[in-house]
C-alpha cells in the first residue's frame, strides 16, 4: 500500500520521548517517566524511536504499562508535554481494537500517554470494514507495528449478542458477535447470567475478530506475512485489572 504525503505529513519528528530504553538509548538524566517505559525526555516518540521498536518490544512495554496499573505505580504523565510534543506529528507505536465499555479504557490501564496508540473503541470490539480501514491507516500510513484486539470480563456487549438483544442499529453489530456465541465451546449455563460462558465468548470474540482481520485486511495480513506488524488478542479482568495477551 503506498503511503499518501498527506498521511506521511502527519508525522513529522518533533521531540523525544520515551521508548529510549527498550529502543537501546541511554537513559541517563531523563526528565520524567513515559507511558510506556519508565523514562523519557519530553514527551514525544520521534518516528526513529518509534521505528527502533519491534512489535514483541511495544508487547511488552504495554504490558509493563499495565503492570503499573495494577500495582499502583503509574507513571506521571506529563500530558501537557506531551500534547505539545505530539502536536506537529504523530508516531504511534500500536493500534488497538477494543470496547467502549467506560471501565475498560486501554490508555489507561495500560499506563500510555498522547501518541503512544491509535485506540478504534466499538461495543464489543469487533472489526467491520470502517474499522479495518483505521487499522490499515494505523499500520500501513502511520506505521503503528502492533495490532492489538482487546476484549474484557463482563462486556455489555457479549451479553447483549448472547440473548439476541433486538434494538436500533444495536442489532447490527451484535450480529457481528453472534458467531463468537456460537463458537464457543462451553459446558454448563450458556446464557448471559453465567459470568464464566460471557467471558469465554468475549474471549472467543477476541480471536475470531482477530481473525477477521486478516482474512478482510490484505493489507494488515501482508504486513503481518512480513513480519512487520504482529496481530495479538488480550482480556482484560475488570476485577483484577490484569490485561492477558494472546496471540
Ligand atoms: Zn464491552
Redesign the pocket.
Known sequence: MRITPSFSNCCNPTTRRHFLKAAGIATAGLLSAGPFAQLAYAAALTKAQRDKLTPDEIIAMMKRGNERFRSGKKSTQDFLAQQRASAKGQYPAAVILS???SR?SAETIMDLGIGDVFNARV???IANDDILGSMEFACAAAGAKVALVM??TA????KGAIDDVKLGNLTGLLARIQPAVKATTFEGDRSAKNNAFVDAVARKNVLLTMENIRKGSSVLDELKAKGAIKIVGAMYDIESGKVDFFS
Open positions: 470496547c467502549i465499555d475498560a461495543a464489543g470490539n476484549g474484557h462486556c455489555g456487549a457479549i
